[in-house]
Every structure is written in C-alpha cells, then in structure tokens.
C-alpha cells in the first residue's frame, strides 16, 4: 500500500501563492491516480497516472496539478489564494476510503 507525505503549507497573505507536494512511497507510484482535498471533504483536483487532471469548478483556474513520476511527486501550485482556500490539504489515492497523507495546513491571512 502507498504511504503518501505532504508538504509546502503555510501562512500566505491573500493573492499569495504556495506549492504543496505529495510525495509518495514504492515503485507503483506512477501508476497512481492521486488526489488532493480540503479538509478531508473538498475535493481539489485530480491527477490520472499519465497526467490528465480535473479540478473543482469553483477554483475557477487558480490552481495547477501536476507530477513527476521520476520524483513520486504530485504537485499542487495555488495562486490567487483567497481567505477560504484555508484549511488542511491531504493528498489521496482511491477516494474517501483509500489511503490519506497526514495532511499540510494552508492558512491565508492578512
């Protein structure tokens, strides 16, 4: 089972910008659909194996998915960071009930 760790959280005044990671475990990695929500419960994005990605619609472009399957990595760029964008960000594999990272805390504040 892949072991997921996120990183790159923090305090960001709003219209900032931050990178969140996923960086994950074992040789299977690239072949992982990885997903990134909001407290456990908002979903993100989504990232296919081969790099197709969907978003939340009301992100409405701000945020950028990405991977480097040399790196096991799963990327979250967010720019135009607004007040409710703050909470926890775990990044996931197979849904609500799949396996869950330990989460990175965005806080945007002024």
């Known amino acids: 089972q892949v072991q997921l760790v996120e990183s790159g959280g923090g305090l960001v005044l709003p219209g900032g910008s931050l990178r969140l990671s996923c960086t994950g475990s074992?040789?299977?990695?690239?072949?992982?659909?990885i997903n990134w929500y909001r407290e456990k419960r908002d979903f993100v994005a989504s990232i296919g194996p081969t790099?197709?990605?969907s978003y939340a619609s009301s992100l409405k472009g701000r945020f950028t998915i990405s991977r480097d399957n040399a790196k096991n990595s799963v990327y979250l760029q967010m720019n135009s960071l607004k007040f409710e964008d703050t909470g926890m960000y775990y990044c996931?594999?197979?849904?609500?009930?799949?396996?869950w990272g330990q989460g990175t805390q965005v806080t945007v504040s002024s």
């Open positions: 996931n594999n197979g849904g609500m009930s799949g396996t």
């Open positions: 074992g040789s299977q990695f690239s072949t992982l659909g």
């Open positions: 790099g197709g990605a």
